[in-house]
């Protein structure tokens, strides 16, 4: 069997040429292990066909499955400086943020883009969990605050999608100057009448669900996803209790009044739809 193995098989790819294989046509559910074709993930919306468990998904992806027919107009954010307070832990601040613009192909931890849901004028700025943990530092700031000043511009509701694991420690207090901000742009928006919806996915947590992710008009859910401001084993430690069976999880949540809404990922473009097509009617029989 030697010569089979040794010569005929290379002369054999070497007439035939040897194909790459893609490393990322596949990937493994978190929750089940099973393994996931690229391709029929993309079909499910990334959503485990197995066990239904969604996985995270990029900003981008948010965008494309929201807006009617996939088709938005992203807006360029306000630039914010860079590395104010020169940090540096394992490493510099600056390299930190340098490898997330490589890997994600983004300025910072948010996307900003308006179009139509269900035909009716929305903003959407959807979080990016893979830049630093989807954080909120000053740009994030900016975004959402640019974000509600387009709403109101536009006369448009504003829809967020939040992941994070909150605030972004190496810009200190400035980072948790965004939570105020933050709050300040849902004022915008609510003042003039116009819906506000947050959406959140696994996992938002910190600062971000301290300010403005709560304060939606209408809160919804992805399934299990990870809601919370400590984390669990904080909280155990701090009360010497056990906690619950799916603390911080969005079917708790939504049992014990905290959201409005748990919606799967397939069925949340028409949720938010149906939702703006009442909300938006409501605010223009308001202004008239």
Same mark, same amino acid.
């Given at each position: ?28 559910? &978190?929750?089940?292990?099973?393994? =996931? ?5 993309? !079909? ?37 400086? %860079? ?10 601040? *600056?390299?930190? @943020? ?26 959407? %700025? ?31 509701? @504003? ?22 901000? *933050?709050?300040? %742009? ?36 992805? &399934? ?7 984390? %669990? ?16 999880? *969005? ?23 149906? =939702? ?5 009617? !409501? ?6």
């Amino acid at each position: 069997m030697s010569w089979l193995t040794e010569y005929v098989r290379p002369k054999i790819r070497t007439l035939l040429g040897r194909r790459e294989v893609p490393d990322n046509l596949w990937t493994q559910c &978190p929750a089940c292990q099973q393994m =996931l074709y690229h391709t029929e993930l993309a !079909k499910t919306l990334k959503v485990c066909s197995h066990c239904g468990h969604h996985l995270r998904a990029k900003a981008e992806e948010r965008l494309a499955w929201t807006f009617d027919n996939g088709t938005f107009a992203r807006i360029d954010l306000p630039k914010v400086p %860079a590395d104010p307070l020169r940090f540096r832990d394992a490493k510099r601040y *600056s390299d930190r @943020l340098r490898a997330a613009r490589e890997k994600t192909g983004l300025d910072d931890a948010i996307v900003v883009a308006h179009g139509r849901i269900g035909g009716q004028k929305a903003v959407v %700025a959807a979080m990016e969990f893979d830049f630093i943990g989807g954080s909120m530092g000053a740009a994030v700031g900016e975004g959402l605050v640019a974000a509600a000043r387009l709403a109101v511009l536009q006369e448009a509701a @504003l829809i967020v999608f939040t992941a994070s694991g909150g605030a972004r420690m190496m810009e200190g207090a400035i980072s948790l100057m965004q939570m105020p901000r *933050s709050v300040i %742009a849902t004022r915008m928006v609510k003042e003039v009448g116009l819906p506000f919806i947050t959406v959140l996915t696994d996992p938002t947590t910190g600062g971000v669900t301290a300010s403005f992710t709560m304060l939606g008009d209408i809160i919804i859910a992805e &399934p299990n996803a990870e809601i919370g401001f400590a984390g %669990a084993r904080v909280i155990e430690q701090t009360v010497r209790e056990k906690l619950p069976e799916g603390f911080q999880r *969005s079917e708790y949540l939504y049992q014990h009044g905290v959201i409005d809404m748990v919606v799967p990922r397939s069925e949340l473009t028409a949720t938010l739809g149906r =939702l703006l097509s009442l909300l938006c009617v !409501k605010a223009l029989d308001q202004a008239a």
